[in-house]
C-alpha cells in the first residue's frame, strides 16, 4: 500500500495503474498542494488550474513537457527569474518543442505549425481517415479478438499524421515500424521511454534531411510549403524549428489519440448498455469523446515553472517552483463537476474540461483527434459487435487489471485485449 504523504509522485510506479485514488488525497490537502519532493506544487483544482493556465506571463511553459526532472540547470534568485530562465533556456531538456515555448517565439511557432491545418488538408485527411479505420479493421476483424492499442490505435494515429503531413507512401511503413508496434506485435515489451527517445530520434533525422531538401529544391508538396514557410513577423525559420515542428507533431498527436482510443473502448467494456446506447445513438459520440477525455483523458500531467512569485487560491508560490498542473484530477474536482465519476453525456458544462488544455497552449490538434476518435469509433461499432474485455488478459469483472506505461505525463494503456463478434 502506498504512502500517499510520503510518495514521488514522478516515479512512484505504483500510481500508475490507478492514480485517481492519490488524486483525492492530494484534494484532501487543497486544491493546490505541496507535494514532499522536487520543489512542486500540485494543481487538483479546475478553477486553479485555469487561473494558472491564463497567465503566461508569470507561469512559463519551459517545463510543460519534462515537469521537474531533471532540475532546472541553475539556483532561482529572487521573485523573478524570467531573465535567469532565459539565459538559461537552453541548457533545458526539450525547450525547442512549441508546447515548451513562451511569449512571441511560441506565437511564432504556433503560428507556422497552424498553417499545416489548413481546411483544404483536414477535408482530405478525414477522407483518408474513413478508408484508413477500414483498411486497418480488415486485418484483424475476422478473428474475432484483437489488442487495440497495436493492432489499431497506434498504427491508425501514426498513419493520420503521416497523411496530414504529406509523407510519401513509401516512408509510411518505415514511421508505423519505428514509433509503435506494427500491427500484430504485442505492445508494450519494449521500455517505453527507450522506445520515446528512438522515436524521436527517428523523426529528427527524417524531418532533418527532408526539410533541409525541400527548403533546397521544394517539390510542391506539403512539406515543401512548409520548408519554405515564414513566420507571421517575415523572418525565417531555421530548418531545426522546422524540425522540432514536424517532430512535435507525431509526439502530441499519435500516442495520446491512440490512448485515447483504448480509454474509450476500455469505458465502453465496463458499461456495457452505453455500448448499446452509442451503437444504437451515433449522434451521441461526440459528446461520449468528450466525456472520455474529462474523465480518463489521455494528458495527466502538465507542467509550469512560475517565473515570479505569485499567490494562487491563497497558496504563496514562489518564483522556481514547478506547478504540476493535474489535467486528469482537475477534471475530476466536484466543485465543477457533479458526480465526476459518472460518465453522462448529457453534462452540461461537459465540453468545459481541461483534457485539451486551455489558454495560449490549448491543443493544437483537438479537433484532429476528435475526427479520428469519431471515425474509428463509428467503424469498430459498424464491424465489432458486442465487444468485452478478455478474461484471459485482463482477468474476470471484479478483479480485473490494466498495464499504464510508466510514465507520470500521460494516461496510456499499454494494450487492450478485447474479444467480439465479428460483422461482416
Ligand atoms: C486525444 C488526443 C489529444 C489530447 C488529449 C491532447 C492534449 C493536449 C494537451 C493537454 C495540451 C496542452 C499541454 C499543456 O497544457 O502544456 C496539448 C497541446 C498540444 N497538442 Fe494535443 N492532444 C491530443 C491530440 C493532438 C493531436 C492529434 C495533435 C496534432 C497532430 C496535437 C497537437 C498539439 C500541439 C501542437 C500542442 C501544443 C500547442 C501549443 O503549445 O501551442 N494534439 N495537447
Not at 533556456?89 to 497552424?114: C, F, P, Y
Request: glycine content about 6%; overall charge negative; some cysteine.
Amino acid at each position: 500500500m502506498t504512502n500517499f504523504e510520503t510518495a514521488d509522485f514522478f516515479t512512484d510506479t505504483s500510481l500508475i495503474e490507478n492514480p485517481f485514488p492519490y488524486f483525492e488525497y492530494l484534494r484532501s490537502q487543497g486544491p493546490i498542494a505541496r507535494l514532499p519532493h522536487r520543489n512542486v506544487l500540485a494543481v487538483t483544482g479546475y478553477a486553479e488550474a485555469i487561473e494558472i493556465l491564463n497567465d503566461p506571463q508569470t507561469f512559463s511553459s519551459a517545463n510543460a513537457a519534462t515537469g521537474p526532472i531533471p532540475d532546472l540547470p541553475f539556483e532561482p534568485e529572487g521573485d523573478d527569474i524570467t531573465e535567469q530562465l532565459n539565459a538559461h533556456r537552453d541548457e533545458m531538456i526539450a525547450t525547442g518543442l512549441v508546447v515548451a515555448k513562451d511569449g512571441k517565439e511560441h506565437a511564432n511557432h504556433r503560428s507556422l505549425m497552424m498553417n499545416l491545418f489548413t481546411p483544404t488538408r483536414l477535408k482530405a485527411n478525414e477522407e483518408y481517415m474513413w478508408d484508413l479505420t477500414s483498411t486497418l479493421l480488415d486485418k484483424f476483424v475476422d478473428q474475432g479478438h484483437c489488442d487495440l492499442i497495436a493492432d489499431y490505435a497506434t498504427p491508425f494515429a501514426t498513419l493520420v499524421i503521416a497523411d496530414l503531413l504529406g509523407i510519401p507512401e513509401n516512408d509510411r511503413i518505415t514511421f508505423c515500424e519505428k514509433l509503435g508496434p506494427p500491427p500484430g506485435a504485442v505492445g508494450g515489451e519494449v521500455d517505453y521511454m527507450d522506445s520515446q527517445v528512438l522515436g524521436m530520434s527517428f523523426l529528427f533525422e527524417y524531418f532533418g534531411q527532408y526539410l533541409a531538401e525541400r527548403r533546397e529544391t521544394p517539390k510542391g508538396d506539403i512539406l515543401s510549403q512548409f520548408a519554405q514557410a515564414k513566420f507571421p513577423d517575415g523572418s525565417t525559420p531555421s530548418v531545426d524549428d522546422l524540425v522540432w515542428i514536424s517532430a512535435f507533431l507525431f509526439g502530441a498527436g499519435q500516442d495520446t489519440t491512440a490512448r485515447l482510443l483504448g480509454a474509450s473502448l476500455r469505458v465502453f467494456c465496463e458499461n456495457p448498455e452505453l455500448q448499446i446506447r452509442v451503437r444504437n445513438d451515433r449522434s451521441l459520440i461526440p459528446a461520449f469523446i468528450d466525456e472520455v477525455v474529462r474523465y480518463e483523458g489521455p494528458v495527466k500531467c502538465a507542467s509550469r515553472l512560475a517565473v515570479k512569485t505569485t499567490t494562487v487560491a491563497g497558496v504563496n508560490i514562489k518564483a522556481g517552483t514547478t506547478i504540476a498542473l493535474l489535467y486528469g484530477a482537475c477534471n475530476r474536482d466536484p466543485r465543477e463537476f457533479e458526480a465526476p465519476t459518472e460518465i453522462r453525456l448529457n453534462r452540461p458544462n461537459a465540453r468545459k474540461h481541461l483534457g485539451f488544455g486551455r489558454g495560449v497552449h490549448t491543443c493544437a490538434g483537438m479537433p484532429l483527434a476528435k475526427a479520428e476518435v469519431t471515425a474509428s469509433l463509428n467503424r469498430i461499432l459498424d464491424r465489432m459487435m458486442d465487444i468485452k474485455l478478455s478474461e484471459k488478459h485482463h482477468g474476470k469483472p471484479g478483479d480485473q487489471h490494466f498495464s499504464y506505461e510508466p510514465i507520470y505525463t500521460l494516461r496510456a494503456l499499454k494494450n487492450l485485449y478485447l474479444e467480439f463478434t465479428p460483422v461482416r
